[in-house]
């Protein structure tokens, strides 16, 4: 069965920094694009980055750009989300996605984890 299970979330201060990480497991995640969302309350859930599973693209949101760095471990089956210079408005749920298409679009994934609290708040 299909799994996607992230990690590495919590509360930090704004200018702060966290690195979540989502294990996949039931299938080989190399072959899938990769991509992490953010749902904040009341709002709709946005793609912030994704990576492509062909070239090692990347592709960013312009909210997180230049901030947030995607990455993947495919020996670990493992995607990583670095995100520097945390602002308040980067609190969110985060979840991370696998799915065909290279996009921040949600409808192009397939598989999606749980989610991991991020808050940024002093």
């Known amino acids: 069965q299909a799994q996607l299970v992230e990690s590495g979330g919590g509360l930090v201060q704004p200018g702060g920094s966290l690195t979540l990480s989502c294990v996949a497991s039931?299938?080989?995640?190399?072959?899938?694009?990769v991509g992490w969302f953010r749902q904040a309350p009341g709002k709709e859930r946005e793609g912030v980055a994704c990576?492509?599973?062909?070239?090692?693209?990347?592709y960013y949101a312009d909210s997180v750009k230049g901030r947030f760095t995607i990455s993947r471990d495919n020996t670990k089956n493992t995607v990583y989300l670095q995100m520097n210079n945390l602002k308040p408005e980067d609190t969110a749920l985060y979840y991370c996605?696998?799915?065909?298409?290279?996009?921040?679009?949600?409808?192009?994934?397939?598989?999606w984890g749980q989610g991991t609290q991020v808050t940024v708040s002093s």
């Open positions: 996605a696998a799915g065909w298409d290279f996009s921040l679009n949600r409808e192009s994934y397939d598989y």
């Open positions: 990576a492509s599973a062909s070239d090692g693209s990347t």
């Open positions: 039931g299938f080989t995640s190399d072959y899938y694009a």
